[in-house]
């Protein structure tokens, strides 16, 4: 298995061969980053409110050309700003039926549902042996190695983690390796889980990325746990509560910060990893989360969105993955072997459609990170436990770890 432009031939995402990994694990990405720069971007002077209006006060986020004319307009139309959304041009509201009217009249180009989001997570029971999901032989069937020996290993690249937040694991724990900023969940009223996993899907997806023990060496692939690009500082921003919920609104400000602080702490955040499933309902061109993706790409920032868990039946990616303006990513499925002649697409990964497929694939199923003991999905999936230190998790939000990865790796090696 290797990262491949996903492309359809009789129902399942063609594979190169073995030998040529190195290379297409380069090209798929850079084919995909390329290619994203030829697109329009969201329309910026449509309006859409909800088909169905709510008989009582319900969240939204309202879009314009201006935060503080929007913020006035929702006032004045008797609704609760909740948050304030620079990064889209308007804010998070609570409001009533017949603001909306009012709202229309004003130059608001959006009115959507401040919908709740999920981590994409599938379950973490596999018939797939352990050993095709660690994290070196992930490495090795993608490449990672090979650029590793030529120094590229992640170091002064940022890779921002949207997510549940991270727990400082062994691995996790070295002095800068994560940068906490702030913590936009439903959890900060307890000031003692800011920024900290208490779902264990972000603390997943860190040590994949970028997860290194103090002691171990890319120059000795056996000297201790390293993710795919283990040079690499993470970056995070918790959105999320232990069972992986958050808010649109949420995930919003939280692009408006990385957009704010494209350095932080001396660190260039030249990735954003986001593995949260929102509903693609509604056309990317209206749709106030893509817009604000854009937003992050078009500041220089590489995005790299799951693609679901929703299987073949899928006519679409989630939300933001459906965003052609994003890296979306599906997972692949060793079947149990070490060669990629036999690798299939992951029963669960979204396929998409016609108009929008994943563009790249990369391993999804048992694969295996740090794990946060007590956390939610410690707790859920006990049989996703290796040991007392590993955890093994199946989905679209494991493969896009992974790809998060490996651009950090792109741009340590091509700055």
Known sequence: MILTPATYSTGEFEN???????????????AAVV?????????????????????????????????????????DAGGQVTRRLDIIGGVAARLAPDAFRTLNEQSVFSITPDSLLTASDDSTQSTTPVATGTLPEIRRSIGANELWSDGATGKGVGVALIDTGVVPVPGLDTPGKVLNGPDFSMETDNPELAGLDTAGHGTHMASIIAGRDAAASPRNSGSGYMGVAPNATIVNLKVATADGTTTVSAVIDALGWIVANHTYSGTTIRVLNLAFSADPSIPYELDPLAFAVEQVWFSGVAVVAAAGNAGATATSLTNPAYDPYVISVGASDPVGTRTSSDDVVAAFSSSGSAIRFPDVLAPGVSVEGLRNPGSFIDWLYPEGRV???????????????VVSGAVALLFSKYP
């Open 387 to 401: 040991g007392d230190r590993f955890f093994r998790g199946s989905g679209t939000s494991q493969s896009t770890a």
């Open 35 to 75: 290619a994203l720069a030829f697109l329009p971007g969201v329309g910026a002077t449509i309006t859409s409110t909800p088909s169905n209006l709510p008989k009582s006060t319900a969240d939204y986020v309202v879009r314009g050309a201006d935060t503080s004319a929007v913020l006035g307009a929702v006032l």
């Open 16 to 30: 190169p061969n073995t030998s040529r990994a190195p290379r297409a694990f380069v090209a798929a990405l850079v």
